[in-house]
């Protein structure tokens, strides 16, 4: 029987390109859609330093991602990020984008199982990006 969920690599890219807005603007508004529900089950304490060590390693690839530390506050991290994506070009911006939000769900995968982690991705995502069928999706 074939599976005819998207990949989690799917929903991020679809997520990113559904919205009419900048890529830094999407970037921002699903952090700011993801992280309630995260910080929900994991704590803020929890989410803080999956969210900086994902910049880091997405830094390795993308180095203008790198984290600002000087910020405390998630909402400053996502500014900061949001800012930094609107310096790149639109390409450079969403493969960056895209690298941040796979490794920090790969991650977060890691920790807590593939299955909550598309749940939450559903949670916090539930827009028209999920009413979008699989043979929609690239193969």
Do not use: C
Request: net charge negative.
């Amino acid at each position: 029987m074939e599976n005819t969920e998207p990949t989690r690599s799917q929903l991020i890219e679809a997520a990113l390109t559904t919205l009419p807005e900048t890529v830094a603007n999407v970037t921002l508004h699903l952090w700011e859609r993801l992280a309630p529900q995260l910080i929900s089950i994991i704590g803020e304490g929890g989410f803080k330093p999956l969210y900086t060590r994902s910049l880091r390693l997405a830094s390795s690839l993308h180095p203008w991602i790198a984290p600002d530390l000087t910020k405390s506050a998630i909402q400053e991290r996502f500014t900061h990020l949001q800012a930094v994506l609107s310096q790149q070009d639109a390409a450079v911006a969403r493969l960056g984008s895209l690298a941040l939000f796979t490794i920090f769900l790969d991650v977060l995968a890691s920790l807590i199982g593939e299955e909550l982690t598309t749940h939450l991705l559903h949670s916090a995502w539930n827009d028209k990006t999920f009413d979008t069928s699989a043979k929609d999706f690239p193969k």
